[in-house]
């Protein structure tokens, strides 16, 4: 997040990432989102234009969740928090791949295309998986709100509750490395790990700790999957 809103809540009250049916990235409709001192200016209009947001990872207090606004501009990004009591509706990554945008000529964006190839693209690797998009190409697709632009990439969320060997991983990130060079853009596939979220890429690449981040921050761990991740946060 760009800027971000000081917490409602003591820290002492934050006892974790909060209501396990609220993950990362999922995408809420809001009956509405309480303002906090130093919101920036944008943040009322493109509510008011699209009561959703984005959930992010961070520590919070019980009845609240920690939300991302989207807003016109790709630098007005503002992390904050909502009540769990304003939450109208729920829209998690995977329930959008069957979902399709208003307007027929927006799936000739490349991001969609390459969304639409990977949708079609079966039997694959993918299909044992559970995943769907995120940033712009989901926001679009949960809230119908043209939000996807000609340079927007595609970005995923894959569910991998289990160990995930190194070289299917390589065999994945060659998947969509695929599909990204036959639609001009990138594909960024994060895995959402017992340990939090890591990028394919990094995991892919071989090395031997990976970045991962949860509600406490980010931490670079050997083992996503491993019971234990207590190295050290950065």
């Known amino acids: 997040m760009r800027v971000c809103a000081v917490a409602p809540f003591a ?30 200016a944008w943040v009322r ?7 959703f947001v984005v959930v992010r990872r961070a520590q919070v207090a019980p ?9 016109a501009a790709r630098n007005e990004r503002y992390g904050t928090w909502a ?14 791949l069957s979902a399709s945008t208003l307007a027929a000529d927006r799936h000739a964006l490349p991001a969609l295309v390459a969304l639409d190839a990977l949708r079609s693209d079966s039997p ?26 000609s340079t927007s990439d595609l970005d995923l969320l894959i569910r991998i509750p289990n160990h995930f060997p190194r ?10 490395d695929t599909h990204a060079g036959s639609a001009g853009i990138r594909i960024d596939a994060q895995l959402e790990t017992p340990a939090g979220g ?4 990094e995991y892919a690449s071989g090395k031997a700790r990976v970045m991962t981040r949860d509600a406490n921050g980010p931490r670079l761990v050997a083992d996503p999957w491993a019971r234990d991740h207590a190295q050290a946060v950065l």
Do not use: Y
């Not at 209009?45 to 009561?51: E, K, L, N, S, V």
């Not at 009845?63 to 807003?71: K, T």
């Not at 070289?167 to 969509?176: G, I, M, P, S, Y």
């Not at 890591?198 to 890429?201: P, R, W, Y």
């Open 11 to 40: 820290p002492d009250d934050a006892t974790g990432s909060g209501n396990p049916r609220w993950q990362a990235h999922d995408i809420l409709r809001l009956h509405r989102l309480e303002a906090f001192d130093n919101e920036p």
């Open 63 to 71: 009845g609240f969740v920690a939300v991302g606004v989207r807003g």
């Open 124 to 149: 694959s690797m993918l299909d044992t998986f559970t995943w769907g998009p995120t940033g712009s190409v989901g926001f679009e697709l949960a809230t119908f709100k043209p939000t996807v632009t």
């Open 83 to 96: 009540r769990c009591n304003d939450i109208e509706a729920v829209v998690k990554p995977e329930a959008l």
């Open 198 to 201: 890591v990028a394919l890429a």
């Open 167 to 176: 070289d299917e991983a390589q065999r994945l990130q060659a998947l969509l």
């Open 45 to 51: 209009d493109a509510f008011a234009r699209t009561p």
